[in-house]
């Protein structure tokens, strides 16, 4: 029989199966992502985020049901390589010209790789190009408008809030704040009409806020603008413009969770925001506009370009302390990590792999508030043999063989996690200048109390557990001992006995297995004493059990601790009406 070709009838008919699937998959995604508004206006915060969790769970859910409903459509030939191939090739062509074609094919690869465990990549059988489906529209057609026209930038910016529907405190005072705000730091106050400024009509919603995402015209040129609407018992207000390309950058970064925005063409949301945030990956921005699956097809393809572009770049080491649970592994020249669990994990680690997975999925499905890098789960990569730095292969290959093997020319990691490389906390304040390395510490202690509310407890606090980002900020990435903030017991730390003062702590101080010590942070971080002197001035509340029983408790008692995605400086001023509201609230 010869093989079947891409105009057999039900090769045609599978194609079209596939698609009706992206489309299903696309209409449940989008009613998820379209409650967004209505949780924040009824500040139902509960309700967001367990919509944030399902929109997380609903791909791989769903593809179980599009391959049962592929099967019941083509019985054995599912199992046919040539039937998938002729399928690629009449599905290649059916989604054509899409703007969300990409998109869609990614959703073929998914499907094709989830039934065959494709171990590397299947040309045939799916769609691996690099820029395979087309790049999207930066001027946003039909999405990105001007402010209103007025006479004044006020009543510009009036207008375009009440445009959003949203039930302003004082609409009024909003617009100004925010006109006034926007002119000030762009030294633009001479113009009544202030700056040239184009919206996204879609509204961004994340954790308790939304945001106005556009671009303002400015001397330097284009950048980014943000603005983000708070929702309090008294109504919605305005709380923060940001124009500076750092704190955007920062918001739409990979330790924070997905946005929720419901885009009509997402490629070109990607490209708009690329073109002001150029440093930014596009893997990194389809995954915060809630696209992890494109996320990480962009996240492979970037690899791909860069070792296509760098033949001679090698797989090494990452810097730091070596891992008792992961090895980890890095390009040279290309800003990731790769981290494969062990097979067995050193003392004291009493965990297991399961324990490990568990704790990455527990990060992917919570707020990560800005301080829990984004871990990427990648399953069955290959890469070329020659790439690894020997050293690094052997420890690979026999301290994680469940996981990697060499065959041939080829080596496979069957599961690992891809993270944005960062430079380890202990490694920046030892290597920079004493300003850079105190602003690093003090950040430090800012993570774990932002954390903190955030009912987070990294478990282990060493600085080797945190990295420092390109723009200075500390971020979580070693999750083995991290747990819920309402799982552990904190203690004080009992005075001794004066028998026990020559004796090692261990010998006379007993803890269960829940039992944490704020008092003894501090000794176990490795810190110069001027270092230790500004963690402990800026933040003494994270060595006192006491202010960790406070956070407790009051999340407990239902309270929210507030953690805001950018700093005070870019908060607007509060009006008499709002200043009563923010007085309960904790921010940094």
Not at 450 to 478: C, E, Q, T
Request: proline share 6%; with cysteine.
């Amino acid at each position: 029989m010869p093989p079947p070709t891409a105009t057999d009838p039900l090769v045609l008919r599978a194609a079209a199966l596939v698609l009706d699937a992206y489309e299903d998959y696309e209409a449940r995604f989008g009613d998820l992502t379209r409650r967004a508004r209505r949780r924040f206006v009824r500040r139902d915060w509960k309700g967001a985020q367990a919509d944030a969790v399902a929109r997380i769970d609903l791909q791989d859910a769903f593809l179980g049901e599009a391959l049962g409903r592929f099967e019941a459509l083509v019985g054995e030939r599912i199992r046919s390589r040539p039937f998938w191939a002729a399928m690629r090739l009449a599905y290649a062509e059916s989604t054509a010209g899409r703007h969300d074609a990409a998109m869609a094919r990614t959703l073929f690869n998914s499907m094709s790789r989830r039934f065959f465990l494709t171990e590397g990549v299947a040309p045939a059988l799916e769609f691996h190009e690099p820029g395979e489906g087309g790049a999207g529209d930066p001027s946003c057609p039909g999405e990105l408008k001007p402010l209103p026209d007025a006479a004044d930038a006020a009543t510009r910016w009036r207008l375009a809030l009440a445009a959003r529907g949203f039930p302003h405190r004082d609409l009024a005072s909003d617009a100004r704040a925010i006109a006034s705000a926007v002119a000030r730091r762009l030294g633009a106050d001479g113009d009544p009409r202030g700056p040239d400024v184009a919206l996204l009509d879609t509204v961004f919603y994340r954790e308790r806020r939304a945001y106005l995402v556009g671009r303002v015209d400015a001397p330097g040129g284009r950048r980014p603008l943000v603005v983000a609407l708070v929702n309090e018992a008294e109504g919605v207000r305005a709380d923060a413009v940001l124009l500076e390309r750092d704190r955007v950058s920062m918001l739409f970064g990979h330790a924070h969770s997905w946005f929720h925005a419901d885009l009509a063409r997402v490629g070109d949301a990607v490209a708009f925001m690329h073109g002001l945030l150029p440093h930014k990956p596009v893997s990194e921005l389809y995954s915060v506009l809630g696209r992890g699956k494109q996320g990480k097809t962009e996240r492979f393809r970037e690899i791909q370009r860069h070792f296509a572009a760098h033949p001679d770049d090698r797989l090494v080491r990452a810097d730091g302390v070596r891992g008792m649970v992961m090895a980890v592994f890095t390009p040279r020249g290309l800003p990731v990590v790769f981290k494969v669990i062990r097979d067995r994990f050193a003392e004291p680690k009493d965990s297991v792999r399961a324990d490990i997975e568990g704790k990455y999925r527990l990060v992917a499905r919570r707020d990560r508030i800005g301080r829990l890098v984004e871990a990427q789960e990648f399953r069955r990569l290959s890469f070329p043999r020659a790439a690894f730095e020997p050293s690094m292969l052997q420890e690979l290959l026999e301290e994680c063989a469940e996981t990697v093997v060499a065959e041939g020319a080829t080596v496979l990691v069957r599961h690992c996690y891809v993270e944005r490389r960062l430079r380890p906390l202990d490694l920046h304040a030892r290597e920079r200048p004493e300003d850079e390395a105190r602003r690093a510490v003090v950040d430090y202690g800012q993570a774990v109390s932002d954390l903190a509310r955030s009912g987070i407890f990294p478990g282990d606090l060493l600085l080797k557990n945190f990295g420092v980002s390109r723009h200075g900020r500390a971020l979580f990435y070693d999750f083995d001992e991290l747990c819920l903030l309402e799982d552990v017991c904190f203690r004080d730390l009992p005075e001794p006995r004066e028998e026990d003062e020559t004796r090692p702590l261990e010998d006379w101080l007993y803890a269960r297995r829940d039992d944490v010590f704020p008092e003894l942070f501090v000794r176990f971080l490795g810190l110069s004493p001027p270092l230790r002197e500004a963690l402990l001035e800026a933040h003494p509340q994270i060595f006192s059990a006491a202010w960790w029983r406070e956070v407790q408790a009051r999340l407990r008692g239902g309270g929210h601790l507030d953690v805001a995605p950018y700093p005070d400086a870019a908060r607007l001023p509060a009006t008499d009406g709002a200043a009563g509201a923010a007085a309960g609230r904790v921010c940094r």
